[in-house]
């Protein structure tokens, strides 16, 4: 059975402009996470999806980022423009229902200049 | 406010040799502490998982263990090989109400495993 999916898994771009990473969950995985990990640190949660709907997004810098997880099965996350600060992995991870196993994606590694 | 805090930071151990990460959660109400290793490049997997009522858990070479009361853990590496080179995350989440399910993760502790 295949992992959760991301791509692209690396992504260099010039500050201000604009980038999206594509995530596809487990199958039959209801619950979807995005993450934000800096190096050397824990990843921190952006958003959560129950099916299609943004159940927890207070973490997500709403003025620059969005996400969308159309028909609740995948997902993608956008950042326009993007900022220096931004360089970081963006990983993806499913679960089958709140509060289950989360698996994580191998992540997309960003890099703004 | 949730924090996981784990301890080293990193560790340098000769290939062979036994070693012991610890974390330290105020997480509450608590669910359950996983702990999770992170390949250069590569999502966490999880190693294991320990509710309220377990104080041990193994996988393999790998055996954490969970103090309830003092809200600590500690996962125990055994006869190090080089493929366990990683970070290794500890991550506790939450029971009951908006939190429920949610992770609070550790910083991780590098572990580096030389021949």
């Known amino acids: 059975e295949a992992g959760v999916v991301q791509s692209p898994r690396y992504k260099i771009i010039e500050k201000k402009q604009p980038v999206a990473f594509w995530c596809n969950p487990i199958?039959?995985?209801?619950?979807l996470y995005w993450y934000l990990q800096n190096l050397g640190q824990g990843p921190e949660l952006l958003i959560r999806y129950e099916n299609e709907e943004a159940v927890d997004d207070s973490q997500l810098p709403k003025d620059r980022f969005s996400a969308e997880r159309l028909k609740g099965v995948d997902s993608t996350l956008k950042i326009q423009p993007a900022e220096l600060g931004d360089s970081a992995v963006y990983l993806c991870?499913?679960?089958?229902?709140?509060?289950?196993?989360?698996?994580f994606g191998p992540g997309t590694r960003l890099t703004v200049l | 406010k949730n924090q996981v805090e784990q301890s080293p930071q990193s560790l340098i151990i000769l290939e062979g040799k036994n070693c012991t990460l610890q974390?330290?959660?105020?997480?509450?109400?608590?669910?359950?502490l996983r702990w999770y290793k992170q390949d250069t490049g590569r999502g966490p997997v999880s190693l294991t998982i320990?509710?309220?009522?377990?104080n041990t858990k193994s996988n393999g070479r790998y055996t954490a263990t969970l103090d309830a009361d003092t809200k600590q853990s500690s996962l125990h590496i055994t006869a190090s090989q080089l493929s366990d080179s990683a970070s290794y995350i500890c991550v506790v989440s939450a029971a009951g109400g908006t939190s429920y399910g949610k992770l609070t993760f550790g910083q991780g502790t590098i572990l580096t495993v030389h021949p």
């Open positions: 974390c330290n959660y105020t997480v509450s109400p608590f669910s359950n």
């Open positions: 991870a499913s679960s089958f229902s709140q509060g289950g196993e989360q698996f």
């Open positions: 199958s039959g995985h209801n619950t």
């Open positions: 320990m509710t309220f009522s377990e």
